[in-house]
């Protein structure tokens, strides 16, 4: 397994974490070309580390391809955070490039979805309305309104007091979906070729080419 970049995923990423906050990591690594070569499945996985308060999910660079051009916002929020904590090769930094020159209209399936599984299960089934859990839900819509309204990837607070609030910011997310001027979905084109140069290069480190 070759590592390429880790970024923090957590409430850091949104300015939201406290002294007791944990370390959430997404890490994305290249499969040894043996396996990929034969067929074999890449498994994620995640380590948590109690003594340093950090969790990391492993993450293969053909599956981060994929959801990014399905839109799906946690992969999305892998490669955007504001906080790299490595990147090797710049490899971050080259498919951040291609990640916020794509922005599509796709990425509010995964939103729209995160936001109302949250919404039910937590503020209409177990009635949790604090703070907290209204901004945690909040900023992931505010995330999708820009992104819908503006083509930008922005990690904003929400200062949300109550329900209604969060309700109507959910109905400003749903007007941005049906009047954003975005492409449908990202051009592949672009993530392809960045794929292919990597596998590429593993394959010449480890001497298959």
């Given at each position: 397994?070759?590592?390429i ?12 974490d406290?002294?007791y906050?944990?370390?959430?990591l997404?890490?994305?690594y290249i499969q040894?070309?043996?396996d ?6 890449a498994?994620?996985?995640q380590v948590i580390?109690?003594?340093t ?12 391809i994929?959801?990014?051009?399905k ?7 892998a ?10 090769g710049?490899?971050?930094?080259e ?8 922005v ?8 729209n979805?995160?936001a109302?599984?949250n919404?039910?299960?937590y503020?209409?089934k177990?009635?949790d309305t604090s ?15 820009n ?5 930008k990837y ?7 007091e ?5 309700y109507d ?5 749903n007007?941005?979906y ?5 492409p449908?979905?990202?051009d592949p ?11 590429i290069?593993?394959?010449?480190k480890?001497?298959?080419i």
């Amino acid at each position: 397994m070759f590592e390429i970049f880790t970024t923090n995923v957590g409430s850091h990423m949104w300015k939201m974490d406290h002294d007791y906050s944990d370390i959430d990591l997404a890490t994305v690594y290249i499969q040894d070309s043996k396996d990929f070569l034969l067929g074999k499945q890449a498994k994620g996985k995640q380590v948590i580390n109690e003594e340093t308060n950090t969790d990391v999910t492993y993450y293969e660079l053909g599956r981060v391809i994929n959801y990014l051009l399905k839109g799906n916002v946690n992969y999305i929020w892998a490669v955007m955070s504001p906080i790299i904590v490595n990147d090797i090769g710049s490899s971050l930094k080259e498919l951040r490039g291609i990640v916020g020159s794509n922005v599509a209209k796709n990425c509010f399936n995964s939103i729209n979805g995160m936001a109302r599984h949250n919404i039910y299960h937590y503020i209409e089934k177990k009635g949790d309305t604090s703070y907290k859990r209204l901004n945690v839900i909040g900023r992931t819509i505010q995330f999708g309104i820009n992104a819908l309204m503006w083509g930008k990837y922005m990690f904003e607070k929400t200062e949300i007091e109550n329900v209604k609030e969060l309700y109507d910011l959910k109905e400003i997310l749903n007007n941005a979906y049906n009047t954003s001027a975005l492409p449908e979905k990202p051009d592949p084109r672009l993530y392809e070729s960045y794929l292919i140069k990597w596998r590429i290069k593993r394959m010449r480190k480890e001497g298959f080419i």
